[in-house]
């Protein structure tokens, strides 16, 4: 079975799903449901279609992204022939499972209870500098959302303890409060959920963040930054990647 996470602050089905319970095998092994990996197509298809009915939906309504590190959103109400250039997705509409893919990023899921709205997004560093935070909760607002009842909650990504980062990330993010000690003058520490909460915080809406790093727990997460520091390089498509949803 597809193991997944949950957080108490959304009412919303919902899952952050580790690489747990899947079928794919090697270095994808298990739960890889990425669709831009070199993975067995069918493999893919069949971890995806275990994780959209562990929430309760059926396989073809779990919604899926190009994702690009930008701020755009759609409206994921109506299923599309091609997967749109986005970071963010937002419905009204029961049964249509919102799908965001990561390995290291942070995935973010959103919830208004009381008006029926959702929202996800993938927040990697530029993602969440160019505002894909906010304009998820901008189309959830679209959809009759208040952000004073939105909950949105950070799910498994690099922890502030893993991600070393240079000086123009720091200079890009202009936030130093974010940032710790590195090895040196030119190394720093990068709090990732740390930012996306405050972003979410100053936008109005309760942030909450679960807590994990997806590169110190290679037996549940996969990990970009973790291939990478093993000699891959960072030019090599990665690995698996793992899904997080919401459905209402």
Do not use: K
């Not at 994808?28 to 995806?48: H, K, P, W």
């Not at 990023?105 to 906010?134: K, M, N, T, Y």
Request: hydrophobic share 45%.
């Amino acid at each position: 079975m597809a193991e997944f996470l949950t957080h108490a602050a959304l009412a919303a089905h919902h899952g952050f799903f580790t690489r747990r319970g899947g079928v794919s095998t090697g270095p994808y092994a298990e739960l890889n449901c990425g669709l831009r990996s070199e993975d067995d197509g069918i493999a893919v298809a069949e971890n995806r279609a275990r994780a959209a009915r562990a929430l309760g939906a059926s396989p073809q309504n779990l919604r899926a992204l190009r994702q690009v590190h930008g701020p755009r959103v759609v409206d994921a109400t109506i299923a599309w022939d091609v997967l749109p250039e986005a970071d963010g997705m937002v419905t009204r509409t029961p049964g249509v499972a919102l799908g965001i893919i990561t390995a290291d990023c942070a995935p973010v899921l959103f919830h208004d209870a009381q008006a029926q709205v959702i929202g996800a997004a993938h927040a990697g560093w530029r993602g969440a500098v160019s505002g894909v935070l906010e304009a998820t909760i901008a189309a959830m607002q679209a959809l009759g959302a208040d952000p004073a009842q939105i909950s949105a909650v950070v799910g498994p990504c690099i922890a502030q303890a893993s991600y070393e980062v240079r000086a123009d990330l720091r200079d890009a993010v202009g936030e130093p409060r974010f940032f710790g000690a590195g090895r040196d003058s030119q190394h720093f520490q990068f709090d990732l959920a740390g930012y996306c909460v405050a972003r979410l915080t100053a936008a109005g809406v309760a942030g909450a963040s679960i807590g994990l790093d997806t590169l110190a727990d290679e037996a549940r997460f996969f990990s970009h930054r973790r291939r990478t520091l093993a000699g891959s390089g960072p030019t090599v498509t990665p690995l698996g990647h793992q899904l997080s949803a919401i459905m209402l």
